[in-house]
């Protein structure tokens, strides 16, 4: 009998939490404040000989004195009672509604807006803002305002770049012409230390191979080997400098110093510094390129997940996961 009298009891409790949860779901509560329920479980429902019901005794309360329960059918109601509670209070349902639910939730309109909008700010930073812009139905001018402002730095960015690449490549070039006027490979062959030690060398390979003890001696890169190494060497380290052409000597010791920097070659370096100066402008502008973009396709991608879905956004497939201390809850829609 105790058993029976548990399963009464969790069964009450259950019918009592859905009870209180379709309320809270099917909205039918019009005022405000809440519903607090109250459960009275009879047990019995007692019937004379006569057929004349015998009023039943309340499990709940204690005046009615001991049950006999020998003597009640096998009969078992259950009434849910409601009223109006005067300070607002939460319901068992209400609770179960109330709980903090983490809610994610992604539809196929929203997805594309997020990918869309990041693809157009990878090809051009602000076109993902204007995309957004022009599909919200808000028309909210702070996302005009940031479109505005990424295409403006890219124009900016793409100047920089431009001008000063463009800038750097025509020092090179002055650079290289003028290495090509006052440096020749045949000189250096001839006036090296070593190379004039043992009447001339021959080729570069030849001093590459033979001049490696010489304590003037640095590899040498011959233009057609590598073009860059060429004109960066003749004028950067101080074993090249006997093949300028106003090398004549003089320039090794000057008053007891060595001094090895002669007016070409000394001309020479500051194009190229002006050229790497430039050319490592136009770098930076470029690194600014990438970085405006990738700015951009996340400030889109962040706009667009924020602002939900557009116009006909709502249409095709969605899912929704939320997750609580209470329960999970997965499901699967389609709007058309």
Same mark, same amino acid.
């Given at each position: 009998?105790?058993?029976?009298?548990?399963?009464? $009891?969790?069964?009450?409790?259950?019918?009592?939490?859905?009870?209180?949860?379709?309320?809270?779901?099917?909205?039918?509560?019009?005022?405000?404040? @809440?519903? %607090?329920?109250?459960?009275? $479980?009879?047990?019995?429902?007692? *019937?004379?000989?006569?057929? =004349?019901?015998?009023?039943?005794?309340?499990?709940?309360? /204690?005046?009615?004195?001991?049950?006999?329960?020998?003597?009640? *059918? &096998?009969? +078992?109601?259950?009434?849910?009672?409601? =009223?109006?509670? =005067?300070?607002?209070?939460?319901?068992?349902?209400?609770?179960?509604? *109330?709980?903090?639910?983490?809610?994610?939730? $992604?539809?196929?309109?929203?997805?594309? &807006?997020?990918?869309? %909008?990041?693809?157009?700010?990878?090809?051009?930073?602000?076109?993902?803002?204007?995309?957004?812009?022009?599909?919200?139905?808000?028309?909210?001018?702070?996302?005009?305002?940031?479109?505005?402002?990424?295409?403006?730095?890219?124009?900016?960015?793409?100047?920089?770049?431009?001008?000063?690449?463009?800038?750097?490549?025509?020092?090179?070039?002055?650079?290289?012409?003028?290495?090509?006027?006052? !440096?020749?490979? +045949?000189?250096?062959?001839?006036?090296?230390?070593?190379?004039?030690?043992?009447?001339?060398?021959?080729?570069?390979? +030849?001093?590459?191979?033979?001049?490696?003890?010489?304590?003037?001696?640095?590899?040498?890169?011959?233009?057609?080997?590598?073009?860059? =190494?060429?004109?960066?060497?003749?004028?950067?380290?101080?074993?090249?400098?006997?093949?300028?052409?106003? !090398?004549?000597?003089?320039?090794?010791?000057?008053?007891? #110093?060595?001094?090895?920097?002669?007016?070409?070659?000394?001309?020479?370096? /500051?194009?190229?510094?002006?050229? #790497?100066?430039?050319?490592?402008?136009?770098?930076?502008? $470029?690194?600014?390129?990438?970085? @405006?973009?990738?700015? @951009?396709?996340?400030?889109?991608? !962040?706009?667009?997940? &924020?602002?939900?879905?557009? &116009?006909?956004?709502?249409?095709?497939?969605?899912?929704?996961?939320?997750? @609580?201390?209470?329960?999970?809850?997965? %499901?699967?829609?389609?709007?058309?």
């Amino acid at each position: 009998m105790r058993g029976k009298i548990k399963i009464l $009891l969790l069964f009450s409790a259950l019918l009592l939490v859905l009870n209180s949860a379709s309320e809270v779901n099917a909205g039918c509560s019009d005022y405000a404040g @809440s519903i %607090s329920s109250r459960l009275t $479980l009879n047990y019995g429902g007692m *019937k004379s000989r006569v057929g =004349e019901d015998i009023a039943a005794v309340s499990l709940f309360n /204690s005046e009615d004195g001991p049950l006999d329960f020998k003597a009640l *059918k &096998r009969a +078992e109601t259950l009434r849910l009672h409601g =009223e109006r509670l =005067e300070n607002p209070a939460l319901s068992v349902g209400e609770m179960i509604m *109330k709980d903090s639910f983490s809610a994610g939730t $992604l539809s196929a309109g929203k997805k594309k &807006r997020i990918v869309v %909008s990041m693809v157009a700010s990878a090809l051009l930073p602000g076109l993902g803002e204007m995309y957004l812009y022009f599909d919200s139905g808000s028309k909210d001018m702070s996302i005009l305002a940031r479109a505005i402002g990424f295409i403006a730095l890219e124009g900016y960015l793409w100047y920089g770049y431009d001008s000063n690449h463009d800038k750097g490549k025509d020092f090179k070039r002055q650079y290289e012409e003028y290495g090509d006027a006052h !440096w020749s490979e +045949e000189d250096f062959l001839r006036d090296h230390p070593y190379c004039e030690g043992v009447g001339g060398c021959i080729s570069w390979e +030849e001093y590459n191979e033979s001049a490696k003890e010489n304590e003037w001696y640095f590899f040498y890169m011959a233009r057609e080997v590598d073009r860059e =190494e060429y004109y960066e060497n003749m004028g950067k380290y101080d074993a090249f400098l006997y093949g300028w052409d106003d !090398w004549n000597g003089e320039y090794a010791h000057d008053g007891g #110093n060595p001094n090895y920097w002669t007016p070409h070659r000394t001309h020479f370096v /500051s194009l190229r510094d002006e050229s #790497n100066k430039y050319l490592l402008r136009a770098d930076h502008h $470029l690194m600014g390129l990438i970085a @405006s973009r990738i700015v @951009s396709m996340v400030h889109a991608g !962040w706009l667009a997940n &924020r602002d939900g879905s557009g &116009r006909g956004s709502s249409e095709g497939w969605s899912f929704e996961l939320k997750n @609580s201390a209470v329960r999970s809850r997965f %499901s699967l829609n389609y709007r058309f």
